[in-house]
């Protein structure tokens, strides 16, 4: 019988284009890299874009898919913001009553002691919260995801606060109907604190909406009273530090 001495027998595959030995490979098309992520090209737009998200479409839902971008980096930039912030709003202040000639450093000094207590008081909460969640409602979230969460909230509501803090100096002086909206204005910021904290915790932790209230309630309840106790030592013991301070320096 003739054997069939064809590039192809019956019952085999023809080469792939490209693939003979003798065929030029065929030119393929040049993948372009994926697009870089906003938040990687402009950590601050990124920043600004999950503030606003948070703010707007408040879900555990969106907490959730924020979990995936929590960096200690990006909590440091929210921090940072609010300081900018707050040293703006302080230099309206001082211009607003005449005082800017006391000095810009001055007004350094006082943007540095609030930056301080402010972010002092949100790594403690953050940690009381924390402790809460796991322990007492079995929570399994991660102390940065949880951390960087909560600076989602705390510190576009911060600096919102201050805003209406500056303008109840700057707009509300004598005391008139537009300081009381702004009282009013406060309260109401306040409560949508807690409400996104309630879905904070839900998201972070993975617990249900009585555990995430419970952590919530207790946990403010035990950094208010720590924030008395320490405003109390140190309202009475900073003069006697300073006193003594001052005598050892001059001797």
């Not at 800017?100 to 609030?114: D, K, M, N, Q, V």
């Not at 991660?142 to 919102?160: C, R």
């Not at 803090?165 to 910021?189: E, K, R």
């Amino acid at each position: 019988m003739a054997q069939d001495y064809s590039p192809n027998p019956p019952g085999s595959y023809p080469p792939e284009r490209g693939t003979g030995p003798d065929q030029p490979k065929p030119d393929l098309p040049k993948l372009k890299p994926a697009p870089t992520s906003i938040r990687r090209q402009v950590p601050l737009l990124g920043t600004f874009a999950a503030w606003l998200r948070v703010m707007t479409h408040p879900s555990v839902d969106t907490f959730t898919a924020e979990s995936a971008n929590a960096t200690w980096g990006a909590v440091i930039l929210g921090a940072v913001v609010e300081g900018i912030f707050l040293f703006t709003l302080l230099l309206i202040t001082a211009l607003n009553t005449s005082v800017l000639s006391s000095a810009i450093g001055e007004l350094f000094r006082l943007t540095l002691i609030g930056m301080a207590i402010v972010v002092a008081g949100f790594l403690f909460r953050s940690v009381v919260l924390y402790v809460m969640a796991r322990r007492t409602q079995g929570g399994d979230g991660n102390f940065k995801v949880q951390t960087y969460l909560y600076s989602l909230l705390f510190f576009p509501i911060s600096i919102l606060a201050d805003v209406l803090l500056t303008l109840s100096v700057v707009a509300a002086t004598p005391p008139n109907l537009f300081l009381y909206v702004l009282v009013i204005a406060l309260l109401a910021l306040s409560i949508y604190s807690l409400a996104l904290t309630y879905l904070m915790l839900k998201a972070a932790h993975h617990i249900d909406g009585p555990g995430a209230g419970y952590t919530m309630v207790n946990g403010f309840t035990i950094t208010f009273v720590v924030s008395v106790i320490v405003g109390l030592l140190f309202h009475y013991t900073f003069p006697s530090i300073m006193r003594l301070t001052v005598g050892f320096v001059g001797g």
